[in-house]
C-alpha cells in the first residue's frame, strides 16, 4: 500500500458518497449522517446501486477472460465482496490491480482490497480522480503501461460537475493507456425518470455532496475516440459479453466498455 502522507481524519459530520453508496449496498461501514441522506433518496436507490456494481463484476470477468491482466480502479468505495480483484484473479490469478480512492474510511479497509491471490498483486493509493497525475505516478508502481491496462471509473464521474472538466480528467487518464487498453464507465442519467432524477439531484445536495446526472450523449463524451464493445452504450442491465443474460431491471445508470485504439499508421 502506498504510504509516507499523512492519513486524513474521516469527517462523520457530513456525508460521503462512497460511504451512502456501501449503505445502499447494505454495507455497515457508513455513518449516521450517510445513512440520514441516503434514506432520502429513492426507494430503488438500493437495487439501483446493486445492478450498477453487478455490471462491474460482468465486465470485469469479461477482460480478465480476455486477457486484461492489469486493472486501475478509480473511486473503489468501501470493499464489499466480491471486490474487483477477487473477479479478475478468479479468471487469472495473475492479474494486478490498483485501487484509488479520497475518502479516508477507503483506506481504514485496504488490507481488505490488498490481499491478492498467490501470483496476483494489489495495490491502493489514497488519491483524488481530480489529481490524475497523481494517480498515474503512483499506478506506475505496480502497473506496466506499455501493456494494456482496463481503467475503472464506476459511478464517479457524476461527482464531478462540468466546471471541473471531468471530460479532460477522463481523457487525460485514458490517453496514458496503451493500445488495447479499456475504459469501463457508468453514470448516473436522469434520461429515464426525470421526476426521481430531480429528487435525487436535491438530496445529494442536501448533503453537501453535488451531483451531475447525464443525458446519453452526454455519457457518450467520456468514449470519443475509443471503440465502444458491444453492445455499446446501454443501460446497466443491458451488458453483458457472455454467460446467461442479466434479468432486466429498471435501472437509472449508463455503462460502457471501450477500447482504446492503435495509433493509425503513418
Not at 209 to 220: E, Q, W
Not at 243 to 254: I, K, N
Request: proline share 9%.
Amino acid at each position: 500500500m502506498t504510504t509516507g502522507t499523512p492519513v486524513p481524519q474521516i469527517d462523520t459530520s457530513k456525508p460521503h458518497p462512497a460511504r451512502m453508496y456501501d449503505f445502499l449496498l447494505g454495507g455497515k461501514d457508513n455513518y449516521p449522517v450517510d445513512r440520514e441522506v441516503a434514506r432520502r433518496l429513492p426507494a430503488n436507490s438500493p437495487i439501483d446501486a446493486r445492478l450498477n456494481r453487478a455490471f462491474m463484476h460482468r465486465a470485469t470477468a469479461w477482460l480478465a477472460e480476455t486477457g486484461i491482466d492489469q486493472f486501475l480502479d478509480i473511486g473503489t468505495g468501501i470493499p464489499t465482496q466480491p471486490n474487483l480483484h477477487q473477479i479478475a484473479q478468479g479468471v487469472n490469478p495473475a492479474c494486478r490491480v490498483v485501487y484509488t480512492d479520497n475518502d479516508p474510511i477507503v483506506l481504514r479497509h485496504a488490507e481488505a482490497l490488498l490481499v491478492s491471490a498467490p501470483g496476483g498483486a494489489t495495490d491502493y493509493v489514497q488519491a483524488d480522480v481530480r489529481r490524475p497525475e497523481a494517480i498515474l505516478e503512483h499506478a506506475r508502481e505496480l502497473l506496466d503501461f506499455d501493456r494494456p491496462i482496463a481503467l475503472s471509473l464506476i459511478a464517479l464521474m457524476h461527482f464531478i460537475p462540468d466546471d471541473q472538466d471531468p471530460y479532460g480528467v477522463t481523457r487525460l487518464l485514458v490517453d496514458a493507456l496503451a493500445p488495447g487498453s479499456y475504459l469501463v464507465l457508468t453514470q448516473g442519467t436522469g434520461d429515464f425518470h426525470p421526476e426521481l432524477a430531480a429528487a435525487v439531484s436535491t438530496t445529494y445536495r442536501s448533503g453537501g455532496i453535488p451531483l451531475t446526472l447525464r443525458s446519453r450523449d452526454a455519457v457518450a463524451r467520456f468514449f470519443d475516440g475509443l471503440d465502444l464493445v458491444e453492445p455499446g452504450l446501454v443501460r446497466a442491465t443491458e451488458w453483458y459479453r457472455t454467460g446467461p443474460a442479466p434479468e432486466v431491471a429498471d435501472s437509472s445508470f449508463y455503462v460502457g466498455v471501450a477500447r482504446v485504439p492503435s495509433a493509425p499508421a503513418v
